[in-house]
């Protein structure tokens, strides 16, 4: 019913900077749970960022201070902004609705988009 598109995954070298999109196929969007998780291949899934309905913003402890994510309600956009990216950050990035909790809990109620691909060099 409702279908999540991530765009601007890509290769980058660590330091540098990606911007990923993620675009809801509901237009009412904020008044979900929205946010980030991340896999990368032998490790268990892990929380990146979620931002609540009332916009505030919960990161990971990895990511925090270097990763931003926000929502544009009129654009019907969410954004994860990346930088001063490491080789660890290497991993596949899913956007999700519906997923409140960092840790996870309710993944399995939410939306998730097909993810899109983050590599980062040395």
């Known amino acids: 019913q409702v279908h999540l598109v991530e765009t601007g995954g890509g290769s980058v070298q660590a330091g540098g900077s990606l911007t990923l999109s993620c675009e809801p196929s509901?237009?009412?969007?904020?008044?979900?749970?929205a946010g980030w998780f991340r896999q990368a291949p032998g490790k268990e899934r892990e929380g990146v960022a979620i931002?609540?309905?009332?916009?505030?913003?919960t990161y990971a402890d990895s990511v925090k201070g270097r990763f931003t994510a926000s929502k544009d309600n009129a654009k019907n956009i969410l954004t994860l902004q990346m930088n001063s990216l490491k080789p660890e950050d290497t991993a596949m990035y899913y956007c999700v609705l519906d997923v409140c909790l960092l840790d996870g809990r309710g993944a399995d109620f939410g939306v998730w988009g097909q993810g899109t691909q983050v590599t980062v060099s040395s």
């Open positions: 509901t237009r009412d969007y904020d008044t979900h749970c």
């Open positions: 931002i609540d309905t009332d916009a505030s913003t």
